[in-house]
């Protein structure tokens, strides 16, 4: 099941702009046609929730990544000592979760998951978490060893590299993930406008 996965990870190219001036090679951002509805009871092949993987939360919490299945998800990959790019990141799905107010805290996740995971412990997540007032009942925090950070972000399309001076290279992607946690659409860059992201979220939680 993961060499599937990592089969559709690994198909396209493109770059992306991380907080390191090195530009990192990136994959097309994945627009797999894929069901929108919550309602199945089985797990596809394209779904991320097949890795299996453990993660800790801000909570100090163990947490598995199917546990995210049933809702739509949006999740991007950051660290919290980002100067650049990931503030902007934080702000570009803030904008989104502004565009979902009429939708209950409960309907939908967003999830950062950290690149970085040496220095986001979930201590430091939870203070990242306060710092910025996100409301734990719809934001997660992960953290997870390198080698399951790696797998995941290979899954997600995301390239990062860590540079000498501790900082990170890394490409910039929002993914929307549906209830079955397969891919349904990325959002590229920093700054993006927001509305397709936004309308794909909706037709997500409409369905």
Avoid at 122 to 143: G, I, M, S, V
Wanted: hydrophobic share 40%; net charge negative.
């Amino acid at each position: 099941m993961k060499n599937i996965l990592y089969s559709l990870a690994l198909a396209g190219a493109f770059f992306a702009t991380g907080c390191q001036d090195a530009a990192v090679e990136q994959q097309e951002p994945a627009k797999t046609k894929a069901t929108a509805g919550a309602s199945s009871p089985t797990l596809s092949d394209l779904s991320i929730y097949h890795l299996g993987s453990t993660w800790k939360n801000q909570k100090q919490e163990t947490v598995e990544l199917e546990e995210l299945k049933g809702k739509p998800v949006l999740v991007a990959m950051v660290y919290t000592s980002c100067a650049f790019a990931c503030p902007r990141t934080l702000a570009d799905l803030q904008r989104i979760e502004k565009g979902l107010t009429r939708f209950a805290t409960e309907d939908f996740r967003i999830v950062l998951v950290s690149i970085d995971p040496v220095r986001d412990t979930p201590a430091q997540l939870a203070k990242f978490t306060a710092e910025h007032d996100l409301d734990q009942n719809r934001w997660t925090l992960l953290t997870a060893p390198e080698e399951t950070t790696q797998e995941l972000a290979a899954v997600l399309n995301v390239k990062y590299r860590k540079a000498l001076n501790g900082e990170f290279a890394h490409s910039n992607l929002i993914t929307v993930l549906n209830a079955q946690g397969e891919i349904v659409h990325q959002q590229q860059g920093l700054g993006a406008a927001p509305e397709e992201t936004i309308t794909v979220m909706k037709s997500l939680l409409t369905n």
